[in-house]
């Protein structure tokens, strides 16, 4: 089995795969009431996450989208984490997507001068939150989120990951 993923910026030809395997994972597996006119910013990809510091990668399996990332800039110095899925046939250590995806996410932080990376992420999503704490996220409260942080009505757990130089 060939394993080897790729993690690449996002480009408009994957518009269709990035929105299906979103809504997937978000209403099939995790039976989350949200839509596709919930989520304006897959629409837009470009003009939404690519600008300023922030940016959108897919993870690549034979040139199929089976991961997503993005880093949205908040403003000083500061970045929000979003839509961070990634396939249930590719999550784990066979394939490690989601570790792929967040460290090219990070990298790239690191070199703009990000400081502060936060998230926002829905109760239901355990593994994630373990995944987060392993990769050195800390569990902020609502209330220590910059202002500018685009809070989603599903996200009730938040995370801030400090950006080392």
Do not use: C
């Amino acid at each position: 089995m060939n394993t080897e993923i790729v993690v690449k910026e996002y480009h408009g030809v994957y518009q269709p795969q990035v929105m299906d395997l979103i809504l997937q994972i978000q209403q099939d597996e995790y039976h989350i009431p949200i839509s596709r006119s919930d989520q304006p910013d897959l629409l837009d990809i470009e003009n939404f996450y690519q600008k300023n510091k922030g940016n959108f990668w897919v993870a690549l399996h034979h040139d199929q989208v089976v991961g997503t990332v993005a880093l949205l800039d908040i403003e000083n110095n500061q970045a929000a984490l979003r839509k961070m899925f990634v396939a249930k046939d590719y999550r784990g250590k066979i394939f490690k997507t989601a570790a792929f995806l967040l460290n090219t996410a990070i990298d790239w932080a690191r070199k703009r001068k990000i400081q502060g990376i936060y998230l926002g992420t829905t109760l239901q999503f355990k593994a994630a939150h373990r995944f987060y704490e392993k990769n050195g996220f800390q569990s902020i409260l609502l209330e220590d989120l910059p202002p500018k942080f685009p809070v989603m009505k599903v996200d009730k757990k938040f995370y801030k990951y400090t950006v080392q130089k």
